[in-house]
């Protein structure tokens, strides 16, 4: 069975830094990307960050030098580091994972919630 558990989330103030992890288990071999979705109170999920297979990373442009995410290639997790968080940054972030290869198969975690509130 397919787990994607995250973890890292909760309270910041504005301008202030969390970092998530991700760690997937049971997915097997194959070629994948991982990243990292969020959905706001009423709005729908978006794409924060994403890193290909081939190292290659994608950003929002809400967080684009604010946000860094990374990946073990060897331990196949992925984690975000998130710095000068804003209030709009308040939403469920959820991990996933694309696999490509063998087969096409979407993933995704729970979702853990990161609040940017004084």
């Known amino acids: 069975q397919v787990q994607l558990v995250e973890s890292g989330g909760g309270l910041v103030q504005p301008g202030g830094s969390l970092r998530l992890s991700c760690e997937p288990s049971?997915?097997?071999?194959?070629?994948?990307?991982m990243g990292w979705y969020r959905q706001a109170p009423g709005k729908e999920r978006e794409l924060v960050a994403q890193?290909?297979?081939?190292?290659?990373?994608n950003y929002a442009d809400s967080v684009k030098g604010r946000f860094t995410i990374s990946r073990d290639y060897a331990k196949n997790t992925v984690s975000l580091q998130m710095n000068s968080l804003k209030r709009d940054d308040t939403a469920v972030y959820y991990c996933?994972?694309?696999?490509?290869?063998?087969?096409?198969?979407?993933?995704w975690g729970k979702g853990i919630l990161v609040t940017v509130s004084s």
């Open positions: 049971g997915i097997g071999f194959g070629i994948y990307d």
């Open positions: 890193i290909t297979n081939g190292r290659r990373t």
């Open positions: 996933n994972v694309l696999r490509k290869l063998p087969s096409r198969a979407d993933y």
